[in-house]
């Protein structure tokens, strides 16, 4: 079984300052991991995702996430936010085992309010 | 452009009524997924499916049926057995495998009146 944790439901922040929202897992498996964003009242848009390889990962709009092993966590980080990046931020795992589905273990969500 | 279609966006339901929401993919992905979101909870996982007419049910399948009679379609219908319908339903779908994500649809939100 799998779990994630966001330790943050909400991370008010000012325009232009860095942010960073918080993510565990716990997992018997080696796992995909993945961020995703939410506006309201639509979808989850893919930022990024941590498949093997380099532990430092780039996504879209500025965002990166750090994949750390030993902590098992993985933070979304951006250097300099926007009031565009207001929304809720998920953290997701996914089983990595070969030939199964991409069934997603979701964290509770951030939601990220920038002020101006 | 390839992507999900969910249909309804808005829906509203009787209590005692059963409901289908619509979820179409034109990704040729093999596995699709539905997960329900409720406020401060985050996304459960209702039911996946990996091949047409095989699904399997995910952490909370009760109340919900699925069907998978063709691949591009993944119907969920809400029955009069779940206790709080009321929810934002999402669709999703992936390949099998593979070094890749889940992509979503809009979603489609449910009312209970």
């Known amino acids: 079984a799998q779990s994630v944790t966001q330790l943050d439901s909400q991370v008010p922040v000012f325009e232009e300052a860095p942010v960073e929202l918080r993510c565990n897992y716990s997992s018997s498996v080696s796992v995909y991991l993945f961020w995703y964003v939410q506006y309201p009242n639509q979808g989850l848009q893919l930022l990024l995702k941590?498949?093997?390889?380099?532990?430092l990962v780039k996504g879209i709009n500025g965002f990166e996430a750090e994949f750390n092993k030993s902590q098992t966590s993985f933070h979304l980080r951006k250097p300099s936010v926007h009031i565009s990046d207001t929304a809720e931020y998920f953290c997701a795992v996914s089983d990595l085992r070969r030939g199964s589905a991409r069934q997603l273990t979701f964290g509770s969500g951030t939601q990220l309010t920038v002020l101006p | 452009d390839g992507g999900i279609t969910q249909s309804p966006k808005y829906l509203f339901r009787k209590e005692g009524q059963n409901v289908t929401l619509s979820c179409e993919q034109n990704?040729?992905?093999?596995?699709m997924y539905w997960y329900r979101q409720d406020p401060g909870q985050g996304l459960r996982l209702i039911y996946y499916s990996q091949i047409v007419n095989d699904f399997q049910k995910g952490d909370i399948a009760e109340g919900y049926s699925v069907s998978r009679e063709k691949k591009e379609s993944f119907p969920l219908t809400v029955t009069s057995a779940q206790k709080n319908p009321t929810a934002f339903y999402l669709c999703?779908?992936?390949?099998?495998?593979?070094?890749?994500?889940?992509?979503f649809g809009q979603g489609t939100r449910l009312t209970v009146v």
């Open positions: 990704l040729n992905h093999d596995a």
């Open positions: 941590y498949l093997s390889g380099s532990t």
């Open positions: 999703a779908s992936s390949i099998v495998g593979g070094n890749t994500e889940a992509f």
